[in-house]
């Protein structure tokens, strides 16, 4: 993978904004055009602009997708600010050593418990769910959407 710099940090996946979006909103223009040019197979021409227009939409609720990706990120950035606020450290090497379910769970657990389940998941490799059962006095995240 490149250095990222400036030129290159931006994001896009060319099959989906360069090709399958572009061809799509085309498709539904001609499709609408057909409507009122060829009134012969109108029903037709209306039933194709549907299907073209659930796919465009379809297309766009992939944006979902980019949202908990975010909110995935968001997760660990947390995990990490908090790791830094109890050891006083950074929390490079334990991040990548853990699994994306480990530190959702760990959000659940108060500092003291903290230390106990971050290690357990660390040398026992105990899974999101185990985290969560451990868990004795429950850490509420009222902020969930």
């Avoid at 929390?91 to 050593?97: A, F, N, P, R, Y």
């Avoid at 903290?114 to 451990?134: M, Q, T």
């Amino acid at each position: 993978m490149k250095q990222q710099n400036y030129n290159n940090h931006r994001k896009f996946y060319p099959p989906h904004h360069f090709i399958y979006l572009p061809l799509l909103i085309l498709l539904e223009i001609f499709g609408i055009y057909k409507i009122w040019d060829d009134p012969g197979n109108q029903l037709t021409w209306i039933l194709f602009s549907i299907v073209i227009f659930l796919l465009f939409y379809l297309a766009f609720m992939t944006r979902q997708h980019y949202a908990l990706g975010l909110q995935n990120r968001m997760v660990i950035l947390e995990f990490q600010q908090r790791y830094f606020e109890i050891f006083n450290k950074r929390s490079d090497e334990t991040v990548e050593k853990l699994r994306f379910d480990q530190i959702a769970a760990l959000r659940f657990t108060y500092d003291d418990e903290f230390k106990e389940l971050l290690y357990r998941a660390l040398h026992e490799n105990i899974s999101g769910d185990e985290i969560k059962r451990s868990i004795k006095k429950w850490r509420a995240d009222r902020l969930r959407i």
